[in-house]
DNA sequence: TGTACTGTTAAGGCTTTGCTAAGGATCGAG
DNA sequence: CTCGATCCTTAGCAAAGCCTTAACAGTACA
């Protein structure tokens, strides 16, 4: 159904959780620390994290900083009772929900379910329809006019990122973290020139575009044509 | 519905303000000093506090900062007529909004309905909309009657965070500090020639404005149309 | 009527972006 | 192991767009 990562330290509500969602035919992965999660959560790039702010190595609010600074993943946050105004906090730092420990599996489960629906998950691998482009991750192959496009691997998965998102601005930050698993380094001039390649593919150009809209100081964007 | 802390020391207005939001289900907890109230605000971590800034035991306004200091609570507070000054500073020092007495039952139940609903969770990306006028933050474009309106990132955020604030008043300075991340330096200056780009690119002039309002001598702010 | 605040316009400088080309890395075939 | 082809990155220049400053006009308020 969809990647989920849990960070909790916990041992008996990290199991807890995975069992219940595994159960619910989701792709449970786990992590007992924040440095290991932050590495699982950049690596996978899964549809959800689920992560207590009460780990013992590093706020879990700094974690939830550093991994808003390189993904869009749905974030929601667990406290202890008590801890009540974190979660205001944590809201604010981008996370999409909360849960308050202890909770039930059915609580788990229901607010799973919300967050995955707001966040419309696209199925992996199904194909992506954008007008007259169709990007099948599958078969690793773009078509524009029912046309295949002779893209490169990083072309691919550029386009296939940004259709992934479609209508949704992108940093160029971020598909650097996201495409090239560069989350610091990496020029975003690489970026750039990616970009003008595919575009040059789409048969298309910057002045006049019909998929790939660049939004001036932010990022990039693909839409469908008018 | 939502935990409410009043800090007023007018016993009248103190009782009435009380009675008004624990019939719309509030939680009501009320504070006749300073020194009670931020105990109050501190040990009850409230969704809202509605604090009077003529305060006999202290600045109204060192309180404000005070309760900033430990929280991220939304704060209207209250002002005598003719103490109009003192709005810009609490606006500054982090307040939400105010309210100046006397006030109507229905203007402090408007306000405290207006706050609450700007500090519950919205979820990300979900757009904005305000009349005619919608701002979707994801896709980082604003249409007005579904046209989609030209404009550039300064204006964008701009646009955003009134948006964001709607029916507040907002000080240029806060604008420097919030849109332009300048806290300090900056001419207020910058901040008129976008909005009267903003208001151009609305249809609008200053002189027959729909959605931007400005309030001489406090900032500006958006309304829904009437 | 004067003063302080606000509205508007124009222009220059600066940042961001588009695109081309070249060098080097990687990968597979033979 | 070597060659060849493809691809990725870096560098650099040109162009476009934006932000700020400055100057002046207009407006509310005492």
Same mark, same amino acid.
């Given at each position: 159904?969809?990647?989920?990562?849990?960070?909790?330290?916990?041992?008996?509500?990290?199991?807890?959780?995975?069992?219940?969602?595994?159960?619910?035919?989701?792709?449970?992965?786990?992590?007992?620390?924040?440095?290991?999660?932050?590495?699982?959560?950049?690596?996978? &790039?899964? #549809?959800?994290?689920? %992560?207590? =702010?009460?780990?013992?190595?590093? /706020?879990?609010?700094?974690? $939830?900083?550093?991994?808003?600074?390189?993904?869009?993943?749905?974030?929601?946050?667990?406290?202890?009772?008590?801890?009540?105004?974190?979660?205001?906090?944590?809201?604010?730092?981008?996370?999409?929900?909360?849960?308050?420990?202890?909770?039930?599996?059915?609580?788990?489960?229901?607010?799973?379910?919300?967050?995955?629906?707001?966040?419309?998950?696209?199925?992996?691998?199904?194909?992506?329809?954008?007008?007259?482009?169709?990007?099948?991750?599958?078969?690793?192959?773009? &078509?524009? #006019?029912?046309?295949? %496009?002779? =893209?490169?691997?990083?072309?691919? /998965?550029?386009?296939?990122? $940004?259709?992934?998102?479609?209508?949704?601005?992108?940093?160029?930050?971020?598909?650097?973290?996201?495409?090239?698993?560069?989350?610091?380094?990496?020029?975003?001039?690489?970026?750039?020139?990616?970009?003008?390649?595919?575009?040059?593919?789409?048969?298309?150009?910057?002045?006049?575009?019909?998929?790939?809209?660049?939004?001036?100081?932010?990022?990039?964007?693909?839409?469908?044509?008018?």
């Amino acid at each position: 159904m969809a990647a989920v990562v849990i960070i909790e330290d916990e041992q008996r509500i990290r199991e807890l959780a995975a069992k219940a969602l595994a159960a619910r035919g989701h792709e449970v992965h786990t992590s007992a620390t924040a440095m290991d999660g932050l590495q699982t959560v950049i690596g996978l &790039s899964p #549809d959800l994290v689920i %992560l207590d =702010l009460g780990l013992p190595d590093l /706020d879990g609010m700094e974690l $939830l900083k550093m991994i808003r600074a390189v993904s869009d993943v749905p974030v929601i946050v667990a406290t202890a009772r008590g801890e009540e105004p974190d979660i205001v906090l944590s809201l604010n730092a981008g996370a999409d929900d909360h849960l308050v420990k202890p909770f039930s599996v059915e609580q788990l489960e229901a607010r799973v379910r919300a967050v995955l629906r707001r966040a419309s998950v696209t199925p992996r691998g199904s194909p992506v329809t954008i007008g007259a482009l169709v990007i099948d991750g599958a078969a690793r192959e773009a &078509s524009l #006019d029912g046309e295949v %496009l002779e =893209l490169s691997p990083k072309e691919f /998965d550029l386009l296939r990122y $940004l259709a992934e998102h479609t209508g949704e601005v992108i940093t160029k930050r971020r598909l650097l973290a996201e495409v090239w698993r560069q989350p610091y380094g990496g020029s975003e001039k690489t970026v750039d020139v990616h970009l003008s390649w595919l575009r040059r593919k789409l048969g298309e150009s910057a002045a006049e575009s019909r998929y790939l809209q660049t939004v001036r100081g932010v990022g990039i964007k693909i839409v469908e044509p008018a």
